[in-house]
């Protein structure tokens, strides 16, 4: 079955940077674009950004444009979203999704950012 694992999330200082994985399983991996979607407290879900199956092209939303990076290792099943810059409104749970017939049919469990002095 199709399984996606966020992880790297955590507690950083504005100006800050993480990380994110998601380890994907279940299926063909570099079949798929897939998205990071993040929700803040009290907040509906805001789309982040997408990756084509290559990886060859990226889109963002206007609020990460130019300090967020979202890369894939096909090889590897993982997605990964370079967070820098990291400021207070960033806090949310984000989550990766498997991106098929313009849907996103499947999500993680997704990993808590907080950002906070």
């Known amino acids: 079955q199709v399984q996606l694992v966020e992880s790297g999330g955590g507690l950083v200082q504005p100006g800050g940077s993480l990380r994110l994985s998601c380890a994907a399983s279940?299926?063909?991996?570099?079949?798929?674009?897939m998205s990071w979607v993040r929700q803040a407290p009290g907040k509906g879900l805001e789309w982040v950004s997408n990756?084509?199956?290559?990886?060859?092209?990226?889109y963002y939303a206007d609020s990460v444009k130019g300090r967020f990076t979202i890369s894939r290792d096909n090889a590897k099943n993982t997605l990964y979203l370079q967070m820098n810059s990291l400021k207070p409104d960033d806090t949310a749970l984000y989550y990766c999704?498997?991106?098929?017939?313009?849907?996103?049919?499947?999500w993680g469990q997704g990993t808590q950012v907080t950002v906070s002095s």
């Open positions: 999704a498997k991106y098929s017939a313009n849907n996103y049919d499947y």
């Open positions: 279940g299926f063909t991996f570099s079949s798929y674009f």
């Open positions: 990756i084509n199956t290559g990886g060859g092209s990226t």
